[in-house]
Structure formats: structure tokens, C-alpha cells
């Protein structure tokens, strides 16, 4: 499936809107959450910079965490409902 997506690809350098591909669930997955908004917090900002060094951090990478959405896909063991919001 297609998302689109604020991607970071350098560095310090002007971000772009990009579609991306994202994996199916898993049988093992509990929730797919469909993201209807994103914003960015410093921390993001010190991301682009490069100034927020974290393990296992590589570019490419998608910024915004701060997202209201709702669920979209529930496995068998899920206690939410389909297009129930989470935060
Ligand atoms: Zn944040």
C-alpha cells in the first residue's frame, strides 16, 4: 500500500512530500493506524539538522510523529474498533 510522506533525505536540506510504500499488516500485527495529519516538535527539527543523534537512525527517514489518526486494520486480538481515533 501508498502513503504519502514528508521524507528526510539530507541532512539540513528542504524537505519533500513523497509517496512511499508501507508493508501490509502481519498476521502477528495487532493494529494498522491510518495517519490523517502529521506535525513536526523540535525534535524533528533536530533530527533534520542532524543534531539528534539516535541509534539506529538512517536516512531515509520520515519526520512527524505528532499525528492524529485512526485504525484501519485490526487483527483477531485487537480491542479497538475499525476508524476507532487514537492519539
Ligand atoms: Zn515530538
Not at 533525505?9 to 539540513?12: A, L, N, P, S, V
Given at each position: 500500500m501508498k502513503a504519502r510522506a514528508l521524507v528526510l533525505?539530507?541532512?539540513?536540506k528542504p524537505l519533500r512530500m513523497e509517496t512511499i510504500d508501507v508493508k501490509e499488516p502481519g498476521d502477528d500485527e495487532a493494529v494498522l493506524i491510518k495517519v490523517v495529519g502529521a506535525g513536526m516538535c523540535r525534535t524533528d527539527l533536530r533530527l533534520w539538522a542532524g543534531t539528534e543523534p539516535r541509534e539506529g537512525f538512517r536516512l531515509p527517514f520520515v519526520l512527524g510523529h505528532e499525528n492524529p489518526s485512526s485504525s484501519a486494520h485490526l487483527s483477531f486480538s485487537s480491542l479497538l474498533d475499525t476508524a476507532t481515533m487514537v492519539t
Open positions: 533525505r539530507e541532512f539540513g
